[in-house]
């Protein structure tokens, strides 16, 4: 990593959420993570940026993306990595969030990575243990490092991301990631549209400063790159399917498939955070286009982490690294 890049910090101790990053926090882990994007092409894969570091990945919630890419991120930086998940720990004999952390941070553990069920999990965590916090996704709240990746990767594949115009679409009352990137993406000058239906918009929408179209036609239309939200049927109250009639409908009406693409009558990109729900959000056709960028978003997270685990490491005073 060149000079430059290691004598500037962001401007938080915890990755919590996007709404606490400036602009220029993101430029600098865009930065980072060109850095380590170069390193991840080479034949052996590693640095010792973390040699001394340890870092706790504690999984409240199921996940694959975000855990791999973290642990492949903590293990590409040569730091030590212990992996924890609620299910068969202690937390099932009423074990509170608090003393699971800090039980483990008695190991010498310096950063924790979260994910939890509850919104304000990671603020919680981070203003009652000793350790520096990375939120992998905190309930219908933030999931700031995949609006990192996704930005990211938009800047990758378009050349910047100022003044592309980006439309969201599905579930966004239930997405932390549709939270994230409308704040990541306005911060970097980017236009944001959301789309889907209307009982799957958040109340507070007004507040976000976004445009609102219930057409896809016309909101594909509008945009350069279309990011399709998964329907999160676990967070939906009753069978799983309570904001809409049936998932038929909801792919009728808000689910790209290669027709409705190629109606579009230009090139978009195609984002999806993953895990997919093959022909309700986007159809297989679409998925594996050739205009999709899903497993590029997905190599990209692992850059993204790097730079965020190294930056923040850069922040633990020098006595305890
Ligand atoms: N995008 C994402 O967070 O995927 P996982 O739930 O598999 O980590």
Known sequence: MSAT????????????GIKELTAADIELIFRTADGFKEVLNRPIKKVPSLRDITVANLFFESSTRTRVSFELAEKRLSADVVNFSSSGSSVSKGETLVDTVNNILAMKVDMVVLRHPDPGAAVFLSRNVGARIVN??????????????????????????????????????????????????QKLGAEVMLCGPSTLMPRHIDSLGVKVEYDLDKALRWCDVANMLRIQMERQKGDGIANFPSLREYAMRFGLDLQRYERIGKKILIMHPGPINRGVEITSQVADHANSIILDQVENGVAIRMAVLYLLAARIPRSTV
């Open 136 to 185: 992998a996704g905190d309930g219908t709240h933030e999931h700031p490092t995949q609006a990192l990746l996704d930005a990211y990767s938009i800047r990758e594949k378009l050349g910047k991301v100022r003044g592309i115009k980006v439309l969201i679409v599905g579930d966004v009352l239930h997405s932390r990631v549709a939270l994230s990137n409308i704040f990541c993406l």
């Open 5 to 16: 890049i290691q004598s500037e910090q962001l401007s938080v101790e915890h990755l919590l």
